[in-house]
């Protein structure tokens, strides 16, 4: 069983910056995938970022393109999101995924879900 715990969340006004951070640990895959998704009052789980193993490939969902950025530091079995010029549409719980297969971190069908870390953003 693999274990994720998110933290970084909080309180944070329109336009500033938030990073996220998610530590996996008990029995990961040797080379895992892992990404962010999130999910506001109401609404459906979102795919926000993705990242593979090595890093070299990422993918984002359209609305925080050229604004988020997701990396990975394997040493510490973490992965990052790094979120700027935040908006209120930002603002939910941010779940931390991990899966053997990349292709099912990006379609939400993963191993392992963290508990997730919430982001608010006043306006």
């Known amino acids: 069983q693999v274990q994720l715990v998110e933290s970084g969340g909080g309180l944070v006004q329109a336009g500033g910056s938030l990073r996220l951070s998610c530590v996996a640990s008990?029995?990961?895959?040797?080379?895992?995938?892992m990404g962010w998704f999130r999910q506001a009052p109401g609404k459906e789980r979102e795919f926000v970022a993705g990242?593979?193993?090595?890093?070299?490939?990422?993918r984002y969902v359209d609305s925080v393109k050229g604004r988020f950025t997701i990396s990975r530091d394997n040493f510490k079995n973490t992965v990052y999101l790094q979120m700027n010029i935040l908006k209120p549409e930002d603002a939910a719980i941010y779940y931390c995924?991990?899966?053997?297969?990349?292709?099912?971190?990006?379609?939400?069908?993963?191993?392992?879900w963290g508990q997730g870390t919430q982001v608010n953003v006043s306006s």
């Open positions: 995924a991990l899966d053997e297969n990349y292709a099912n971190v990006l379609a939400g069908s993963v191993d392992s």
């Open positions: 008990g029995r990961t895959f040797s080379h895992s995938a």
């Open positions: 990242i593979t193993w090595s890093g070299q490939s990422t």
